[in-house]
């Protein structure tokens, strides 16, 4: 079976320092992962996403996520957090055309 | 370049009132999909289209529940009659080439739907 863990519901850091977001996958073949952000009352964004090119994937807004398949892991990072950071990030891995949704980690940034 | 368009991005209604979304997807783009997101279930898919054809719709609530795809540029989704737990924030979304092949999905804002 797919599936998608989020290992943290919320993560709270201050501004200017690093962000790490956490999400493990499970799958029986070559899994495509994205990760999305989600801002109040907007749709998901693309971040970025991994489609076994490069392990190490660079996205918008200074993200970037590494792909470990020994750990199964596809987490999330960005070396210095922004105020406009703040909002719930998704990982997400592609099924066909089904999306399989973790379940979200809300990202607080602290002044 | 424009996005996913959606209308309305806020919708409250009665109970028992019919109420369509709506959804321009991105140009170029031959799939499209509808989401429903609320706390307690997270993004749920309710139907998947493909070249304007209901590819996957095993999502759909129940029969009050219908979406159409008259064309490549428009989709609607259609809640008759509607309830108070249909009450979500509904997405559209769209992706070139099916969504095989690896290509993301682009959504819309989604609209806001309170049934009172």
């Known amino acids: 079976a797919q599936s998608v863990t989020q290992l943290d519901s919320h993560v709270s850091v201050s501004e200017g320092t690093p962000v790490l977001l956490r999400c493990n996958y499970s799958?029986?073949?070559?899994?495509?992962l994205f990760w999305y952000v989600q801002h109040p009352n907007k749709g998901l964004q693309l971040l970025l996403k991994y489609t076994s090119a490069a392990t190490l994937v660079k996205g918008i807004n200074g993200f970037e996520a590494e792909f470990k398949k020994s750990e199964t892991s596809f987490h999330l990072t960005k070396p210095s957090a922004h105020m406009s950071d703040a909002a719930e990030y998704f990982c997400v891995l592609d099924s066909s055309y089904k999306l399989i949704f973790g379940s979200g980690t809300r990202l607080l940034v602290r002044p | 370049d424009a996005g996913v368009i959606q209308s309305p991005r806020h919708e409250v209604t009665e109970m028992g009132q019919e109420v369509t979304l709506r959804c321009k997807p991105i140009s170029g783009h031959n799939s499209l999909f509808w989401y429903r997101q609320t706390m307690m279930r997270g993004l749920e898919l309710l139907i998947y289209f493909n070249n304007n054809v209901p590819i996957d719709d095993s999502g759909m609530p129940e029969d009050r529940f219908s979406a159409k795809m008259p064309n490549a540029s428009f989709s609607t989704l259609k809640i008759q009659p509607s309830e108070p737990r249909d009450s979500a924030v509904y997405f559209c979304?769209?992706?070139?080439?099916?969504?095989?092949?690896?290509?993301?999905?682009?959504f819309g804002d989604g609209t806001r739907l309170s049934i009172l």
């Open positions: 979304a769209s992706s070139p080439q099916g969504s095989q092949g690896n290509q993301p999905q682009h």
């Open positions: 799958s029986s073949y070559s899994p495509s």
